[in-house]
C-alpha cells in the first residue's frame, strides 16, 4: 500500500496559554511544537498496514520551514519518505488552501490511501480530510477508530463510535481516512529509528500564498478561565456544626 499521511505543526500546551504580544500567535518559548495525538495515531497506522501489506508511508506537512522537525519525528517510527509543503514566514493558511494544497501532493504520488488526525489540535477545524477527499473524488469516513483491510486489498473496513454504538464503513480504495487518538498505541522512536530519520531527504515544495477568499485570523483570544472560591467554615472544634451543614446539604449525611 502506498499511504500518504498529513501532520500539522501546532504548539505544545501543556499549562496555561499564553499569547504573543500582538495576539497573533501562541508564545511557545517556553513549552515547543509536536503533532496532534490524532496525527501520531494516523502515522502509527500507516506504518502497520505497510508492515503487513508492504508498501511505503510517506508523511507531508503544510507548514513553516521549522515544520521539517516533525517530519524527520514521523520519518524516526517508521516512516519512508517525507515532503514538507513549506509556506512563508507568518503564512497562514485555511483549511481551503490546506486541502488544495495537500490534493497536488496526493495527485502526483500515486496514493491509494490518505490518513489524516480527526482534527488539529490547535485549530480544531475538522474540515481539512473532507475537502481533501472532494476535491479527489474519493471516498471519506471521519473519526475512526479501528482500521482494516480486505485481504484482497481493494477495499477497507473503517469503523467508529457514535453516541455509544459502533459504525462500520467500506469503503473502496482509494479512499481518505481521518482517525482519532486512541486507535493504536504509537510507538516510541529507537534510537536507530533516529539516527536514520535525521540522515533521510526531506523533499522541499514552495506553496503560494493563498487565495484573498480563504478564511484569515485576526486575532487569538484565551477564554476566561472559571474562577474558584473557597470558604473557610471556621476554625477547630467552632467549624463543625458548618461542616455537618454542609454534608448534610451534598447529601453525605
Known amino acids: 500500500?502506498?499511504?500518504?499521511?498529513?501532520?500539522?505543526?501546532?504548539?505544545?500546551?501543556?499549562?496555561?496559554?499564553?499569547?504573543?504580544?500582538?495576539?497573533?500567535?501562541?508564545?511557545?518559548?517556553?513549552?515547543?511544537?509536536?503533532?496532534?495525538?490524532?496525527?501520531?495515531?494516523?502515522?502509527?497506522?500507516?506504518?502497520?498496514?505497510?508492515?503487513?501489506?508492504?508498501?511505503?508511508?510517506?508523511?507531508?506537512?503544510?507548514?513553516?520551514?521549522?515544520?521539517?522537525?516533525?517530519?524527520?519525528?514521523?520519518?524516526?517510527?517508521?516512516?519512508?519518505?517525507?515532503?514538507?509543503?513549506?509556506?512563508?514566514?507568518?503564512?497562514?493558511?485555511?483549511p481551503i488552501a490546506t486541502a488544495a494544497a495537500l490534493c497536488s501532493v496526493v495527485v502526483s504520488g500515486g496514493f491509494n490511501l490518505v490518513l489524516l488526525g480527526n482534527e488539529a489540535s490547535d485549530t480544531g477545524d475538522y474540515q481539512v480530510g473532507i475537502r481533501l477527499a472532494h476535491l479527489l473524488g474519493w471516498p471519506v469516513a471521519t473519526g475512526i477508530k479501528a482500521l482494516a483491510v480486505a485481504g484482497d486489498g481493494v477495499s477497507l473496513t473503517a469503523s467508529r463510535t457514535y453516541r455509544g454504538s459502533t459504525e462500520a464503513f467500506t469503503l473502496p480504495l482509494p479512499c481518505v481516512l481521518t482517525v482519532k487518538e486512541g486507535i493504536n498505541l504509537p510507538r516510541y522512536p529507537s534510537l536507530p529509528g533516529r539516527l536514520r530519520a535525521k540522515r533521510a531527504p526531506v523533499t522541499r515544495m514552495s506553496v503560494p500564498e493563498p487565495a484573498a477568499g480563504d478564511i484569515r485570523m485576526t486575532a487569538l483570544r484565551v477564554p476566561e478561565a472559571p474562577t474558584k472560591q473557597a470558604t473557610v467554615l471556621g476554625h477547630g472544634a467552632d467549624a463543625v456544626p458548618a461542616l455537618v451543614e454542609v454534608l448534610a446539604e451534598i447529601g453525605v449525611l
Do not use: N, W, Y
Not at 16 to 33: K, N, Q
Not at 38 to 49: D, F
Open 1 to 94: 500500500m502506498e499511504i500518504l499521511v498529513c501532520v500539522k505543526r501546532v504548539p505544545t500546551v501543556g499549562g496555561a496559554i499564553t499569547l504573543t504580544a500582538d495576539r497573533r500567535g501562541i508564545d511557545t518559548r517556553m513549552s515547543g511544537f509536536t503533532i496532534s495525538p490524532h496525527e501520531e495515531c494516523a502515522v502509527e497506522e500507516a506504518v502497520r498496514l505497510t508492515e503487513r501489506f508492504g508498501g511505503s508511508v510517506t508523511v507531508v506537512s503544510l507548514g513553516p520551514a521549522e515544520a521539517e522537525e516533525q517530519l524527520r519525528s514521523c520519518l524516526a517510527v517508521g516512516a519512508s519518505a517525507a515532503v514538507l509543503l513549506e509556506t512563508g514566514p507568518g503564512a497562514e493558511t485555511g
